[in-house]
């Protein structure tokens, strides 16, 4: 048994094409067939079709790592296209059935299983690989959060979490998420840590206090940061038995989400804070990689070697913000990733197609910077109900599948797709392919092997 697992890791490093390198282990048919006792014959093409989910395996307890400006996986280049799903841990769009738990005064409830598994069958077949999700990493100052307040761990609101990493990994996708959010939203954020402090400041008061940013500089706020940091990382997932500090699906952690300091966009984060919470996060988790949460590129951080990735958001879409962005981080010798984009083709930026032209050209050289791009924001069905699709108010909703999109939304989503693909060397056209919704959902019975 040993033996097997270890030919098939040099069997995955190597990456051969699957035509080929199955018939280099027919040596194991005698040893697979020992494993299945009144099993039939085992031809060439049946172990290859046994060996496959093994090597999806080897993949996917294999972590991401960084080699200067570009990600590897089991030594081939990573691309990390993807969307945000920002609700995977609590949702704020769908009124559960009564009983459930439900804080009214948000409409925060947490998702149904089979809306978080129909998510990750969307993203397989859209060609996707990474998953930028607030909720996973931001869960503080509500009865339905993982903070409600300091030093109450409410741990019921780590079943949703769990759900949503166990499925991302069985469906071969990664995450990363923000840590706290620069707002005041319903999953939370730094203002929490700040009222909570005593600093009596909310998100919509303009201009913002500049105790704001006693956020960054606080002993007692980052201590009670870094304490619920600890608390997430250290959770142990009882789909995998392993804490989220330790499982490879969860790339890194991100900062925050679209951080500054007391006015929209100033990149005011502090270096001392960022180079600290960084730390933090490679103490708990020595292979997880820091995403830079600052709101765009900030040269300022540059020197903090913690950092593996910067990255953007882009509303809308603007090649040559892009193209800074990549040509300043790849002279810091790191990594790029668009971490937001208007996907719609409404607004008046460039068109979605010259954006990923930028992006794919920089993931043909021989060390990429740009990883990829992950397109605000993707939605499904209202699992069970596969009849209707859950939306948002924000406008950049994708509901991949839905008869109501427009001819116009259909094409945005087809490029997405087939930029996704294009990433990985694959040639796809602009068909969808329909993705079943998992209606009455039974645990077990899921899309639980999706070799990708
Ligand atoms: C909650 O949802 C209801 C029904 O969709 C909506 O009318 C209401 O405005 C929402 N409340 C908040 C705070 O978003
Ligand atoms: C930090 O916050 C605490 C309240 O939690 C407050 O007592 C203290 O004065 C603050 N420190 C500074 C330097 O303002
Ligand atoms: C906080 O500030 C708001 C105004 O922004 C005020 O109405 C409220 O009374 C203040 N709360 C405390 C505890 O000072
Ligand atoms: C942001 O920091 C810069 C210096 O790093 C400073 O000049 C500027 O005033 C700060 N802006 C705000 C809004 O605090
Ligand atoms: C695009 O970004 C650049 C900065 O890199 C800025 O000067 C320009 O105004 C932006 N264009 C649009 C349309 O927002
Ligand atoms: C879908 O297309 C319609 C019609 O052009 C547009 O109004 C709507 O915003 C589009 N939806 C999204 C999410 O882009
Ligand atoms: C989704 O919400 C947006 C913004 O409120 C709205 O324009 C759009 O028509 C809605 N789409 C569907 C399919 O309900
Ligand atoms: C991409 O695929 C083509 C044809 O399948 C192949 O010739 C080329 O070498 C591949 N390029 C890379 C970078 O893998």
Not at 7 to 34: C, D, H, I, R
Not at 105 to 118: F, H
Not at 374 to 386: E, I, K, N, Q, Y
Request: proline fraction near 7%; include cysteine.
């Amino acid at each position: 048994m040993k033996l097997l697992v270890l030919s098939l890791v040099s069997l995955a490093a190597a990456a051969p094409s699957p035509p080929t390198w199955a018939s280099k282990f027919q040596n194991l048919a005698p040893m697979l067939k020992s494993m299945i006792p009144q099993g039939g014959p085992l031809s060439p093409q049946i172990i290859q079709t046994l060996l496959e989910p093994n090597v999806a395996n080897v993949a996917r307890n294999s972590y991401v790592y960084r080699e200067g400006t570009s990600l590897y996986l089991l030594g081939d280049k990573w691309t990390a296209s993807g969307a945000n799903v920002y609700w995977l841990g609590l949702d704020e769009n769908v009124v559960p059935p009564a009983g459930e738990p439900f804080y009214a005064p948000t409409n925060a409830s947490y998702p149904t299983k089979g809306r978080t598994t129909e998510v990750m069958a969307t993203l397989v077949t859209m060609g996707a690989k990474l998953i930028r999700s607030q909720t996973l990493g931001v869960s503080t100052g509500n009865p339905l959060s993982l903070l409600p307040s300091p030093g109450n761990y409410n741990e019921a609101a780590f079943e949703s979490m769990d759900w949503a990493i166990f499925q991302a990994r069985q469906h071969g996708l990664r995450i990363f998420a923000p840590l706290t959010d620069n707002y005041d939203y319903y999953h939370g954020g730094k203002f929490n840590f700040l009222r909570w402090a005593g600093f009596n400041i909310t998100g919509s008061q303009n201009p913002l206090s500049p105790d704001t940013l006693q956020f960054y500089t606080n002993a007692t706020i980052i201590g009670t940061f870094k304490d619920y940091i600890s608390h997430l990382m250290t959770h142990v997932n009882p789909y995998t038995g392993i804490t989220y500090a330790a499982d490879p699906t969860i790339i890194g952690y991100e900062t925050g989400n679209e951080l500054g300091g007391v006015k929209f966009g100033d990149k005011n984060v502090s270096v001392e804070w960022t180079r600290e919470i960084c730390r933090h996060i490679k103490t708990l988790g020595p292979n997880k990689l820091c995403i830079d949460g600052t709101y765009g590129i900030q040269p300022l951080h540059f020197p903090i070697t913690e950092i593996d990735i910067f990255s953007d958001h882009f509303y809308p879409l603007n090649n040559t913000k892009l193209s800074t962005g990549i040509a300043q981080v790849e002279s810091t010798d790191r990594v790029y990733i668009a971490g937001e984009i208007d996907w719609t083709g409404n607004s008046n930026g460039d068109s979605l197609q010259s954006f990923y032209d930028v992006i794919l050209q920089d993931q043909l050289k021989e060390k990429p910077t740009v990883a990829g791009s992950m397109f605000w924001s993707l939605f499904g069905h209202d699992v069970p109900d596969c009849t209707r699709f859950v939306n948002h108010s924000d406008g950049f909703a994708l509901q991949y599948g839905n008869p109501l999109n427009t001819a116009k939304n259909n094409t945005q989503i087809s490029t997405i797709r087939e930029h996704y693909f294009a990433m990985q060397n694959i040639t796809v056209d602009s068909y969808l392919p329909a993705v079943a919704c998992p209606h009455n959902f039974i645990p077990g019975y899921e899309a639980e092997y999706t070799y990708f």
